[in-house]
Each structure stands twice: as C-alpha cells, then as structure tokens.
C-alpha cells in the first residue's frame, strides 16, 4: 500500500471523465461510473478492492441484461468501472443509490450515473459522515473528526465486510456441494447416499448454522496471523452448534476445519498479504493433531495416510488440483468430483470399506473420467447405487470439492 499524489488522484479523475465521454458517444445510454471513496492518501488496499470487486459483482447481477458494456480499469488511486445500461438514468440511479445504501461498506461506494447528456444526477438523500452517523457535508467542511477517525471507520467497514462476505460465500459453497447430483455414496438431491442418518434439509440446515463460526474465523485472520489457538477453540464450539442444528449428526465436521483455516488464511491475506496456502499450512501446523480415534487418526495408524491435516499442513494442494478443474473446465464440479474421486485417499472411504473400498471407488472414477461427459451423468448414477450398497461415503472428498467452490468464489484474493 502505497501513499499517492493529489496529481496522480487529479490524473485518474481527468481519464476517467475522457472514458465516460467516448462511451457516451460510442453507446448513447446512461452510464455509471464506480469507485471507492477512501480518505487519505493511501487509497489501495487488498479490503478495499474486495469490497469493490464485490460490489461490482452485485450491480452485474442486478443489471441483467440491461448492462450492454463493462469497462474496467486498475489506477493508482483505485480500481474503477465505468457501465453503459438500457436503464433510464433515474431507474438506474435509484438502483445505485439501494447498492450504497443496502450494506454499511456501501458508504464506502462512489457510484455516479451520468445521463445521455453528460449530466451527472444528483443524490436526493445527503450521505452520512463515517464516524458520527450525521449528514456528511458540515462534517466535512469542518473536519470535524480528522483524518485518523475516519481512516479507522473506513478500516472498520472493510474488515466487517470481508468477514461477512467470506461467511456467506462459504455457506454458498457449502451449499452448492451438497446439492450437486448425483453424487456417489453422498447426500444430494437424488438420495441420501450411504447414510442412515442424514438427508438433504439437515446438510441445509447444518451449512447456515456454521455461518457465525465462518465470520469469526475470518476475524481472527483479519485480526492476527498467529490465531491457531483461537481457531480451533471457536472450532470446537461450532461443532457443538452444528450439532445441535442436526441433532447429533456429524455433518460438517471436516469443514469446520478446512474452512476455519482457510478463511481465516483469507483474511490474513487481505490485511496483511502473502501467500494463501503458506499461511493455512502455518496455521494447521500450529495446530493440534487429531486424536487416535478420529477416522484420519486411526487411517493414518493403519494406512499411513494423512488425511484432512496432512492435506492442511501440504498446502491443500488436492483441493487446489480441484479448483483448478473448476477453473478450466467452466465450473464443471461433478467432473471436479470425479477427480478428486479417483486420486484422494479418502479417510472416510478408509474407515468404511479399507483398501479394497477406496480401490474401487478410484477404480470406478478413473474409468468415468475416460468416458465422453454425455455419459458420465448415467455413471455418476450407477456408482452412488453401489456405493449405497457397499456402505462406502467419500466424505472427505465432499469436504476437499466444498473447499475448491469456497476457492473459486474468492480466487479474486489470493489467485493475482
């Protein structure tokens, strides 16, 4: 993060006018203008352009398909998007004033629509100062509160809103692995795999009782690097939420430690930088090892295998190869699956069927993987059923596929 000039600020205003200006021309619609209003001279940061990227991402998907041109641009004083719309300008006014107003980082949002005629509209409400909640216009002609004050509100919406955000996007994640189907041996929309005890709407309702734990996780990260201790004591009391969401019924205890290290990975690396995967394999490193009768403690003891904090401790580089599926292959998480399938030594599949179950899963998935993808859906099918009938659940594979989506939703962070 580095400190910019008042010319540097003047320069990036002056081009972002000449772009409005052709795209007016070129386009013959309103358009609307993005940035981040953030005081003080350093106006770069890795929170704030998540907060920017993000917001993006929600006016593109209130736009529809009234967004005809999206132009992006990375400046020195802030990322910046200019947007030509079919949207009258006041619709389309009305729509970014709702976007500042919707979440407290949307005071954070400049968001200027300029009409067919080069007019900028105005704002029929005032905004409100970031530290005392009043009108901001006395507040800024006075300077009332000074440049530390402000800069901390601002410092305090970003580090809410990351946290917030990355809870949502990994109950998201956690969701949209539990209801891909078909999926082997595995609760989804089909069945309920190979269990007894668990059904769709319990995953359901298991993934948003851990929303609370993910926004602490994230905290932590955001607060501290070295937060194992912390981590896992907040780990230990969302498990005992889950479980009372489900019952008793361990759905989602593998997650709790996959993604309570990678969130709160995440939010290290938006406060202070460096690597991803280094900074969750520091973390599980930090960390206590599972107990000898847990399934990786006992596959470990009995087949030398690593299990969930070997793959921690590694880097996740298994959930990494599945997010690099997804990447390349437009999101195609029942391939994802697959492959994860055929080359992860699951833990669970260990601990239900022993070598012979894991061999036949691998087996079975290496020869999918082979067939054309119009035939992979029939046996996606042919395989749950056996697995239903041979008792076998890949369930550290649902975790590490869970893990890849958390990934791919939040690649703006840690993959640049």
Same mark, same amino acid.
């Given at each position: 993060?580095?400190?910019?000039? +008042?010319?540097?600020?003047?320069?990036?205003?002056?081009?972002?006018?000449?772009?409005?200006?052709?795209?007016?021309?070129?386009?013959?619609? #309103?358009? $609307?203008?993005?940035?981040?209003?953030?005081?003080?001279?350093?106006?770069?940061?890795?929170?704030?352009? !998540?907060?920017?990227?993000?917001?993006?991402?929600?006016?593109?998907?209130?736009? &529809?398909?009234?967004?005809?041109?999206?132009?992006?641009?990375?400046?020195?004083?802030?990322?910046?998007?200019? $947007?030509?719309?079919?949207?009258?300008?006041?619709?389309?006014?009305?729509?970014?004033?709702?976007?500042?107003?919707? $979440?407290?980082?949307?005071?954070?949002?400049?968001?200027?629509?300029?009409?067919?005629?080069?007019?900028?509209?105005?704002?029929?409400?005032?905004?409100?100062?970031?530290?005392?909640?009043?009108?901001?216009?006395?507040?800024?002609? %006075?300077?009332?509160?000074?440049?530390?004050?402000?800069?901390?509100?601002?410092?305090?919406?970003?580090?809410?809103?990351?946290?917030?955000?990355? @809870?949502?996007?990994?109950?998201?994640?956690?969701?949209?692995?539990?209801?891909?189907? #078909?999926?082997?041996? *595995?609760?989804?929309?089909?069945? %309920?795999?190979?269990?007894?005890?668990?059904?769709?709407?319990?995953?359901?309702? %298991?993934?948003? %009782? *851990?929303?609370?734990?993910?926004?602490? /996780?994230?905290?932590?990260?955001?607060?501290?690097? &070295?937060?194992?201790?912390?981590?896992?004591? @907040?780990?230990?009391?969302?498990?005992?939420?889950?479980?009372? /969401?489900?019952?008793?019924?361990?759905?989602?205890?593998?997650?709790?430690?996959? !993604? &309570?290290?990678?969130?709160?990975?995440?939010?290290?690396?938006?406060?202070?930088?460096?690597?991803?995967?280094?900074?969750?394999?520091?973390?599980?490193?930090?960390?206590?090892?599972?107990?000898?009768?847990?399934?990786?403690?006992?596959?470990?003891?009995?087949?030398?295998?690593?299990?969930?904090?070997?793959?921690?401790?590694?880097?996740?580089?298994?959930?990494?190869?599945?997010?690099?599926?997804?990447?390349?292959?437009?999101?195609?998480?029942?391939?994802?699956?697959?492959?994860? +399938?055929?080359?992860?030594?699951?833990?669970?599949?260990?601990?239900?069927?022993?070598?012979?179950?894991?061999?036949?899963?691998?087996?079975?998935?290496?020869?999918?993987?082979?067939?054309?993808?119009?035939?992979? *859906?029939?046996?996606?099918?042919?395989?749950?059923?056996?697995?239903?009938?041979?008792?076998?659940?890949?369930?550290?594979?649902?975790?590490?596929?869970? +893990?890849?989506? *958390?990934?791919?939703?939040?690649?703006?962070?840690?993959?640049?």
């Amino acid at each position: 993060m580095r400190e910019i000039t +008042l010319q540097e600020v003047l320069d990036a205003r002056e081009a972002r006018v000449s772009r409005q200006r052709l795209l007016l021309a070129a386009y013959g619609r #309103p358009l $609307l203008s993005f940035t981040m209003n953030i005081a003080g001279p350093v106006k770069r940061s890795a929170l704030a352009d !998540f907060a920017f990227r993000e917001g993006l991402s929600a006016l593109r998907g209130q736009l &529809g398909t009234a967004l005809l041109h999206e132009e992006l641009t990375d400046t020195p004083a802030g990322l910046e998007a200019i $947007l030509a719309c079919t949207l009258p300008a006041p619709t389309l006014k009305d729509l970014a004033v709702g976007l500042e107003t919707a $979440l407290p980082v949307g005071r954070l949002y400049d968001l200027d629509v300029i009409g067919t005629d080069g007019a900028k509209l105005s704002r029929e409400t005032c905004r409100t100062c970031l530290v005392c909640g009043g009108p901001v216009g006395p507040c800024a002609r %006075s300077r009332a509160h000074g440049l530390p004050a402000v800069q901390a509100a601002t410092s305090a919406l970003l580090e809410g809103f990351a946290a917030d955000r990355l @809870a949502e996007l990994a109950v998201s994640a956690l969701l949209e692995e539990v209801g891909l189907t #078909p999926k082997p041996g *595995l609760v989804d929309r089909r069945n %309920s795999g190979a269990h007894q005890d668990m059904d769709l709407p319990l995953f359901q309702r %298991s993934a948003q %009782s *851990l929303e609370p734990y993910f926004r602490q /996780a994230a905290r932590l990260g955001l607060g501290r690097s &070295g937060c194992m201790e912390a981590l896992q004591q @907040a780990g230990l009391v969302a498990e005992g939420t889950m479980l009372a /969401a489900t019952g008793g019924v361990n759905t989602h205890k593998g997650a709790v430690y996959a !993604f &309570g290290l990678v969130l709160a990975a995440l939010g290290s690396v938006l406060a202070r930088g460096g690597d991803l995967f280094q900074t969750a394999a520091a973390l599980a490193a930090a960390g206590l090892p599972p107990g000898a009768d847990t399934h990786g403690g006992q596959a470990k003891r009995r087949y030398g295998v690593l299990g969930a904090r070997g793959e921690a401790m590694a880097g996740f580089p298994t959930a990494r190869r599945a997010w690099q599926v997804l990447a390349e292959q437009r999101d195609d998480a029942l391939l994802a699956l697959l492959t994860l +399938l055929a080359e992860v030594s699951d833990t669970n599949l260990l601990h239900r069927g022993g070598s012979e179950g894991l061999r036949f899963v691998q087996e079975q998935a290496r020869a999918l993987l082979e067939r054309p993808a119009e035939a992979r *859906l029939a046996g996606l099918e042919a395989l749950d059923d056996a697995c239903i009938a041979r008792n076998l659940s890949p369930g550290g594979c649902a975790d590490l596929l869970a +893990l890849a989506l *958390l990934l791919r939703r939040t690649e703006g962070i840690w993959n640049n």
